[in-house]
């Protein structure tokens, strides 16, 4: 029998991928308007947007906006002394280009915990190969940069998380009269 997975299934798996990377100090799901950019956020950011979700035969795929993001530092002094002489970016009055490499570099970590889900199925899971949650396909991920109280940019991409469901129909809460005529 299979252990269906539900939406708070699903956004509390991505929500713990995004607080157990090491990288990203703020989670947050809703809108896009619903993101805290207030100076006092501690960043990097990721934030979750639900989009949809698509039934399969035997599956359900939640479908998800992903936001990688960190503010941009607009002191002209952001570099140390080392990076200044190992790097000759075109602009240095910020770090913008730093910001969008450590963005990049998180967006396909977490694509990749969800492509290779064993990795998500160690602690409890019997067979590490089962897939708990998982995605496939290509990704195309695209960069942004917005000014708001503070100047931030990064990454965002769709993905799509798919789960197994059996459409179970014996359990469903609805009386013999709702059966039909």
Known sequence: MVENKSYNNVVNTLIRLGEYHEQIFTVSVGDIYDVDLEKGTKFPLLHINPTSVVTGDSQLTY???????????????????????????????????????????????????????????????????????????????????????????????????????DFQTCDIPVTQQGAGY
């Open 63 to 165: 479908n998800f906006q992903i936001f990688i993001m960190d503010m941009v530092s607009e002191k002209s002094d952001w570099q140390t002394q080392q990076h200044s002489l190992l790097t000759k970016l075109v602009n240095t009055k910020d770090n913008e280009q730093e910001v969008f490499n450590q963005c990049l570099d998180i967006s396909t970590d977490f694509i990749g915990m969800l492509r290779h889900s064993e990795r998500q199925s160690l602690d409890g899971v019997n067979d590490i190969n089962a897939p708990i949650y998982f995605t496939e396909g290509q990704f195309t991920i695209e960069p942004f940069s917005e000014r708001f109280d503070n100047l931030c940019c990064g990454w965002t991409f769709q993905i799509g998380v798919l789960v197994e469901n």
